[in-house]
């Protein structure tokens, strides 16, 4: 959540046109504090505007010569914050003395090329060789400029600066990039460039990274197939796999990627996973839809099912029903906090439910967004919750008379985006009919709900329905920098419903006699991040922002002294 925090330095770069303007106006005004002052004519033009122009044409250009993409508009941004640098720079020794104007220039073109250097290894290529020309094209104008502004002697104290500050900013950077490199092999201000580069081209070169840090699973994936004589037939599926990191990044959007292998509708909601299990490449979606396709070879359908029952433990709530073999489980702790469940407690509770049942699909409603991100692992007090509502079901729900049993399902896509927390998937909904029961399961592609939304929908279905679920696929193809996107957050429930309204009488209108078959179907070979690796990374980028303020603070006060001490040996 600390990392997730700093995604509120990330804005887009205004139009270049409004930062030369800005420039300029700039510019203008020093011109006419040196003059009231009395300090070198055209400082503001001279010292300041042409070296900003003089970058902004150069660093567009010269960083695409190494392959990496840059824009005009943080061309033009980067030169105008570095001019403000130092603009406040130069214009502090004027606090001290007129005199000591060359020197604090001098700093200040220092300073710019140090913050343009770590700036565009940050948001260009981490390749400092590559950087440093685009990085100096500022300063070194600068120094041009200087020479005729100030006294003969400025020329050596500039270089002597420039090359003081580059060292101090490159040893910075090193510190920055070390920690990661060291424990995952890769290097963090690379990793950075990737970052950026999927959240302004959508580049996937951030799986490359996933790859390197990434371990080999298997998982099992229980699926219920659906088939209906002349109607289209429905496919649930439980991936015991994480849909992130983030956008169409790794397992992002895993339900749609699941819907593309077949032609029945897929639903899928969430099983029992955490982010360490983030999928390292959409590619490896495909494992798991072949490991599924594979699975329904020979399955024998049955048209029997239970009437679903609640089963309930402290905070936890448990939806059960059987499909013939199948036993599908449920489970929210809404209107208390419903998120990811570590996956050894899904593990646990599937393996506890083959005394009864060949196949037990357990599913994460991840319905109720409680402020934090907090995942619920092995042993704890909820874990155990969820385990002996689990068992409760296991034990009674084996005795519970079967009935042949109606299916209506709908997929509704909705007027919302992404950026609103509605994933590709739109809305889905599947309504069982058995024993006179009427069961709605409706699944909406977001990233978790709101407080209280999961309540509302539900209260809306069981007007309609005897009991009902709602539950996510928790998809964050909704999710870019922030984790905290869930549905009802940006989109009041009561234009929600309407489309839920839909979803329902679509599938109710659709209802017809089907059959069901389960299967288990081992997923081998898949790469996911690995045990501990989001800890492991969350902990060495923390370390890392701690000692950056410290780090940049004492290499900026040892350059500064350096300063001082060449000015006076050269003057």
């Given at each position: 959540m600390r990392i997730e925090r700093l995604?509120?330095?990330l804005f887009?770069?205004?139009?270049?046109?409004?930062?030369?303007a800005l420039l300029l106006l700039l510019g203008?005004?020093?011109?006419?504090?040196?003059?009231?002052?009395?300090?070198?004519l055209w400082l503001g033009t001279?010292?300041?505007t042409i070296p900003a122009l003089f970058a902004f044409l150069a660093t567009k250009p010269a960083v695409e010569l190494t392959g990496r993409p840059m824009t005009w508009n943080r061309s033009a941004l980067l030169a105008l914050s570095c001019t403000l640098f130092g603009v406040i720079i130069t214009l502090s020794a004027l606090t001290i003395s007129i005199t000591m104007l060359p020197l604090f220039y001098a700093i200040s073109l220092g300073i710019i090329l140090g913050l343009r250097l770590l700036v565009l290894v940050a948001i260009a290529d981490y390749r400092i060789p590559r950087m440093i020309l685009p990085a100096a094209s500022q300063s070194l104008?600068?120094?041009?400029?200087g020479v005729f502004l100030f006294t003969k002697n400025f020329l050596l104290l500039a270089l002597v600066l420039q090359v003081f500050f580059a060292l101090g900013f490159i040893l910075l950077i090193w510190a920055i990039d070390r920690p990661l490199y060291r424990t995952f092999q890769i290097r963090g201000l690379d990793f950075l460039n990737s970052f950026l580069a999927h959240l302004t081209d959508g580049s996937r070169a951030l799986e490359d990274f996933f790859r390197k840090i990434g371990e080999e699973v298997t998982v099992p994936q229980v699926t219920i197939f659906f088939r209906r004589a002349g109607r289209k037939g429905l496919i649930l599926t439980v991936p015991n796999v994480h849909p992130g990191p983030m956008g169409e990044i790794g397992g992002g959007n895993l339900p749609r990627g699941m819907q593309a292998g077949f032609q029945e509708m897929v639903m899928v909601p969430h099983g029992a996973a955490t982010h360490d299990f983030n999928l390292v490449s959409e590619k490896e979606i495909d494992k798991l839809v072949q490991a599924v396709a594979s699975s329904r070879k020979d399955l024998k359908f049955s048209g029997n099912a239970t009437r679903s029952v609640r089963y309930?433990?402290?905070?936890?709530?448990?939806?059960?029903?059987?499909?013939?073999?199948?036993l599908v489980m449920v489970g929210t702790r809404c209107p208390e906090r419903t998120e990811d469940l570590d996956f050894n407690i899904g593990m646990t509770i599937m393996s506890e439910g083959h005394r009864s049942f060949p196949h037990v699909a357990f599913i994460d409603a991840h319905n109720c967004y409680a402020g934090d991100m907090t995942y619920v692992l092995p042993a704890t007090r909820l874990a155990m919750e969820y385990y002996h509502a689990g068992a409760r079901a296991i034990d009674e729900t084996p005795l519970m008379e079967r009935f042949p049993f109606e299916l209506g399902i709908s997929h509704v896509q909705v007027p919302f985006s992404r950026e609103q927390g509605f994933g590709d998937q739109g809305i889905q909904m599947a309504v069982v009919k058995a024993g006179g029961q009427t069961t709605a399961y409706l699944l909406v592609d977001g990233n978790n709900m709101e407080g209280g939304v999961r309540d509302a929908l539900r209260d809306f279905l069981l007007q309609s329905v005897d009991d009902a679920e709602v539950m996510t696929t928790d998809s964050h193809v909704v999710n870019t920098i922030s984790g905290k996107n869930p549905v009802g957050l940006h989109v009041p429930v009561s234009e929600i419903i309407p489309c839920v309204n839909d979803a329902l009488c679509q599938a109710m209108a659709d209802m017809s006699p089907a059959e069901a078959a389960g299967s288990t179907a081992w997923c081998e070979g898949v790469v996911v991040f690995g045990s501990h690796r989001i800890t492991q990374m969350a902990s060495t980028v923390n370390t890392i922002l701690l000692f950056i303020p410290v780090l940049s603070a004492g290499m900026l006060f040892l350059v500064f002294l350096l300063s001082i001490l060449v000015y006076f040996m050269i003057g």
């Open positions: 995604g509120r330095f887009n770069a205004p139009s270049w046109p409004i930062s030369l203008f005004i020093l011109d006419g504090v040196s003059l009231k002052l009395g300090s070198p001279l010292a300041f104008t600068g120094v041009v400029m309930q433990q402290g905070s936890v709530s448990i939806l059960c029903q059987v499909f013939d073999e199948t």
